[in-house]
């Protein structure tokens, strides 16, 4: 018996065939287990007679189990691990890296230089109140500005008073001018001529018009500037204009060309233009071939100042709006707007800047 259980444990190929023998030899019917069972109905005698055959045959085939499943588990292990090797030799998958959108591109150009000129950067929020986006900026109820077609109003919420303006998506970057004003004036109230002044900041960012075509999206993008100082003249606006827009568009030849216009944030105001040439049949930036407008701007006007809490009679500045998605187009060749926004993987690919 002992020969033909050491054999076949030997002989097992794998765990399951081990385990059969296990239990052919040491399961509660096992051949082994009804021989130690022979030994409670054996004399004294016999007892000790084949007491020590029997029990060393338990313990040896025992330990043959338990050394043969070592083999077994050592040759499955090796097995598994030969199965999952892994080949470092075969090419990888490289994963798609994003790429920079030119709106964001222009974004951080524009923070750029204009933190050359000692302008910080604003913020606002795309939900405006009517105060901050229109009234403030001295813009009458009667402005077409305020008209449904042009400007997105949000519900108002249940239960608000009949007469309260309803909230905007704001239609321009200006009310960002009077979140800065307002905040300036706040923080030095009572300070006088020591505080409220001077302001330089940009504010990029999205703004609302329901308008739809190759060249305007309901969501598109400005950024402001605003500039607020003692003896600020439209002499500083153009200058500084010349300056962003020459650095913007890497060319010395930039030429602008103010025209008088209206805003009524604004007294005087000015459509600035810039100059292009065409080369190659292309319209470039640069020289005086023909003119393009490019951005609104103007000395702000006394009674925005004034609803800021800051004294008009000792401050004085300028501002501008300019569409930062049109300054993309103009400088990177793309002539319809509206993929700008359409998130075509192809598209990005093409006018895409690497991360
Ligand atoms: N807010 C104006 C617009 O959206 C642009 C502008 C800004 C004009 C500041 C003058 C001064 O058209």
Not at 179 to 196: I, L
Request: with cysteine.
């Amino acid at each position: 018996l002992k020969t033909h259980l050491l054999t076949a444990i030997e002989a097992s190929a794998a765990l399951d065939a081990l385990e059969a023998v296990r239990v052919e030899a040491l399961g509660k019917q096992g051949r082994v287990t009804q021989l130690l069972k022979t030994m409670g109905a054996m004399s004294p005698e016999e007892r000790q007679a084949n007491g020590p055959a029997i029990h060393g045959l338990r313990e040896a085939v025992t330990n043959a189990i338990a050394a043969r499943k070592a083999v077994l588990e050592q040759i499955a292990l090796d097995a598994q691990l030969a199965g999952e090797a892994l080949d470092m030799t075969l090419p990888v998958d490289v994963p798609a890296a994003g790429t920079v959108h030119p709106v964001a591109q222009v974004m951080d150009e524009l923070a750029e230089i204009f933190a050359d000129l000692g302008f910080a950067v604003a913020t606002g929020p795309e939900i405006e109140d009517d105060w901050h986006n229109f009234g403030a900026l001295n813009i009458p109820e009667t402005h077409p500005a305020r008209a449904m077609q042009d400007t997105f109003y949000i519900a108002k919420p249940e239960g608000a008073a009949d007469d309260a303006a309803p909230m905007v998506l704001r239609t321009h970057t200006s009310p960002v001018q009077i979140r800065t004003m307002v905040e300036v004036a706040r923080r030095h109230a009572g300070a006088g001529s020591a505080g409220g002044a001077p302001i330089r900041i940009i504010a990029p960012g999205r703004v609302y018009r329901s308008d739809w075509d190759a060249t305007h999206t309901p969501m598109f993008h400005q950024v402001e500037g605003l500039v607020i100082d003692k003896g600020i003249t439209l002499a500083h606006l153009k200058w500084t204009l010349e300056t962003f827009l020459r650095a913007f568009f890497e060319r010395d030849d930039v030429v602008l060309r103010l025209r008088p216009s209206y805003f009524p944030f604004t007294e005087p105001s000015a459509e600035v233009d810039v100059g292009f040439s065409v080369e190659k049949g292309k319209r470039v930036i640069g020289g005086d071939e023909g003119w393009m407008e490019v951005l609104g701007s103007g000395m702000v006007h006394p009674r925005v100042i004034a609803a800021c809490g800051l004294d008009p009679d000792e401050w004085q500045g300028f501002a501008f709006g300019c569409g930062i998605d049109r300054l993309a187009m103009l400088k990177y060749g793309i002539d319809d707007l509206r993929p700008v926004f359409e998130a075509d993987v192809r598209w990005l690919k093409h006018y895409g800047f690497a991360a």
